[in-house]
């Protein structure tokens, strides 16, 4: 065959021959039409506690180099506490518009009316996965699987009171975490970077650190049990210098596992594309050097919500501080600018591409307010000036710790403010329903499995909750066969569902019997092994938790049960009761049996 003698076969073979000439031989990675995007999301670190932020306590060098190589936003604003943070980031809209009131029983939950960050990229041909802490709804269609995720690995409530091997999920399946929870997540990240290599993916890496319960493990806490901490600082005299260490340690965790990612990435020639974002989710989780910020988690002052913002994208993002504020309403349109997606949600964008700011293109950068709010209260910024939650203006230039209100401010200057906080109480406040019903679906057609926990359960009798604070919490106290468990659920489509939960019982408890019930819908069951585990992790704990202690709960197949669709209470009972108590009660999970 004479390929020459053909001229317009030739330079296509020409081309096909160089093409992969230089694809086996260069180095340099090939480009995808779409880049990559993780985005790492820490739990209650403030601003300070970073190195690059200047505290003196901690070393922070992976993500201080994503900074320095990248951009790092001065003044960038999240919500005081987690779940409106991740609502926002998913949606580019104000929280209160999607519905979010509380950080649990249901008011944590995004609305379904509201379009993701990860729909729009999966959509897009993009692979989709979470890791870590969802908390905005744990029932499907809550749950991130049906929220634009392809993978989920990691827990949807709030916050976790156990980090050594946990009780997790994946896709909906309980499951056991292996190893410290933020190495882990870790490990699970990598392992997705190595499977889409050649897919444009978006990785949400949500660690649940420092936040609360402080348990850390002996490696990250030798280095800094015995540190000298001075607490001269502002609000020193209400620091507790052992949470404070805890806190350090778990940030210096989070960094070296940051380390692992961009390493793996480098290894690998994605780092060129691939946008990494690194923030947290609202302020420290106690009072520690802060840069004289004033306030910490839920507080709408400058403490509460100020974050680190750090966008990294090998020689495409300047390398610069930036010092135009911006808030979690732009993460959404900065990231589909990025990326090239034209399509943007059905509902209006509150938020702006941050990306003439990061690509350097930002000739004249308009003069914008960022909100803030939470249970009420409200502060407004604009690049000057912040009007604080008691209508108290501040010039953050001259005060960045808000140390005295201006007495006698310019009209003009006060007037602009208070009347931009104003229209947004009543415009977008006024779209938040705290009186909502609460209930939990059940039985989703799109999922196979519904988890009911105690935390959005409802104790009667002498049953108790383990801890005030209930997303990890479990039911104890079970020691009368009137007392019962109850779910308010909306069971979405009749269907037979095998019912499985997760307890502990003492050996007097064996042969107890229980059962579960919806309408005229009843399984009975019995207890025929006991299981009665120490809490776990205990040794673990660096500062007194306020958090209920965990320990392992075993599964126990009760059967199969019927399910009426409509809106219903699905309760535990007990029937009879062996020695002084049932059981303490942790999960029910119910899986749609196809028949």
């Known amino acids: 065959m004479h390929l020459h003698r053909n001229p317009n076969i030739l330079p296509t073979y020409i081309l096909l021959f160089l093409l992969l000439f230089f694809l086996g031989c260069s180095e340099k990675p090939v480009i995808l039409t779409n880049p990559n995007i993780i985005l790492v999301l820490a739990d ?169 319960p402080m348990q850390v493990p002996d490696y990250w806490w030798d280095k800094y049990k015995d540190i000298a901490i001075d607490s001269t600082h502002r609000n020193g005299d209400k620091e507790n210098q052992d949470k404070t260490r805890a806190a350090l340690a778990l940030s210096e965790n989070i960094d070296w596992n940051v380390g692992r990612i961009v390493s793996e990435l480098d290894s690998l020639k994605m780092l060129e594309n691939t946008i990494i974002i690194y923030m947290s989710d609202n302020g420290p989780n106690g009072w520690r050097w802060n840069e004289g910020l004033k306030g910490i988690k839920g507080s709408t002052d400058e403490g509460g919500v100020r974050s680190p913002f750090i966008v990294n994208w090998k020689d495409k993002i300047l390398s610069q501080t930036i010092d135009q504020i911006a808030s979690t309403i732009d993460i959404l349109p900065t990231l589909l600018d990025l990326v090239g997606i034209q399509k943007i949600p059905e509902k209006p964008i509150d938020g702006k591409s941050l990306k003439p700011l990061l690509l350097g293109e930002s000739k004249d950068w308009e003069n914008r307010f960022v909100f803030s709010h939470w249970n009420g209260n409200v502060s407004v910024r604009n690049q000057q000036f912040i009007l604080d939650q008691n209508d108290q203006l501040y010039d953050l230039t001259l005060d960045p710790g808000q140390e005295k209100p201006l007495e006698n401010p310019a009209d003009s200057i006060y007037s602009a403010l208070l009347s931009e906080k104003r229209n947004w109480e009543n415009s977008v406040l006024k779209e938040l329903d705290r009186d909502r019903e609460e209930v939990f679906p059940v039985g989703f057609p799109a999922a196979k499995i519904t988890q009911l926990p105690a935390r959005d359960g409802i104790a009667h009798g002498t049953i108790q909750r383990s801890n005030r604070f209930p997303n990890s919490s479990f039911f104890t106290s079970w020691t009368q066969e009137s007392d019962s468990i109850t779910w308010n659920t909306d069971v ?97 999970v119910l899986e749609r049996i196809n028949r």
């Not at 950080?103 to 890791?131: H, P």
């Not at 997705?192 to 050649?198: L, N």
């Not at 309408?519 to 673990?540: H, Q, T």
């Not at 809106?567 to 999960?587: A, N, Y």
């Open 44 to 212: 209650d670190q403030g601003w300070g506690d970073l190195a690059i932020n200047g505290n003196p306590y901690i070393q922070t060098p992976n993500i201080d180099l994503l900074a320095k190589e990248g951009a790092q936003f001065s003044r960038f604003y999240v919500s005081p506490v987690c779940s409106p943070t991740r609502a926002e980031i998913l949606t580019g809209r104000f929280h209160p518009r999607g519905g979010i009131y509380d950080t649990s029983a249901g008011g944590e939950r995004l609305d379904l009316d509201e379009t993701t960050l990860a729909e729009i990229l999966q959509e897009n041909g993009y692979a989709t996965a979470v890791f870590g802490k969802w908390h905005n709804g744990s029932q499907p269609p809550y749950h991130p699987n049906n929220r634009g995720f392809d993978e989920f690995y990691g827990f949807a409530s709030g916050h976790w009171g156990n980090y050594m091997s946990p009780m997790l999920e994946h896709n909906g399946e309980v499951v056991k975490g292996k190893g410290f929870i933020i190495d882990d997540l870790t490990d699970h990240s990598l392992q997705y970077i190595q499977e889409h290599q050649t897919d444009p993916f978006f990785i949400l890496l949500a660690y649940n650190t420092p936040h609360s």
């Open 492 to 588: 979405l489509a009749s269907g037979d569902f095998k019912a499985t939960i997760y307890y502990t019982a003492k050996p007097t408890s064996v042969g107890s019997t229980f059962y579960l019930k919806q309408g005229n819908n009843r399984l009975e069951s019995k207890i025929e092994e006991a299981y009665d585990p120490p809490f776990i992790g205990v040794e673990f704990d660096r500062f007194p938790r306020q958090e209920s202690y965990e320990k392992e709960f075993k599964a126990l197949e009760m059967g199969i049960i019927h399910l009426d669709k409509g809106r219903s209470t699905i309760s535990l009972h007990g029937s009879e009761i062996k020695g002084p108590e049932l059981m303490d009660f942790r999960l029910l």
